[in-house]
């Protein structure tokens, strides 16, 4: 499973796609897919505050 750090991160690699997109089309589908991986962040941190899951491990803990 993703870290929250690991979704942000992908969000922001779809972002950066969409900036740079020359065709409507794919800069949408790129936001929308950085959308959601803001969303899975977002669902992620809830879950840990709520303790239905473990905070993440660090690197080594994987």
Do not use: N, P
Not at 12 to 19: K, R, S, V
Not at 28 to 35: E, P, S, V
């Amino acid at each position: 499973m993703r870290s929250v750090a690991e979704y942000l991160e992908r969000a922001t690699q779809f972002d950066d796609l969409a900036a740079s997109a020359s065709v409507e089309v794919l800069r949408k589908r790129y936001a929308d897919i950085a959308a959601c991986y803001r969303l899975l962040a977002k669902d992620r941190e809830w879950l840990i505050s709520t303790g239905a899951i473990e905070a993440e491990q660090t690197a080594l803990g994987h």
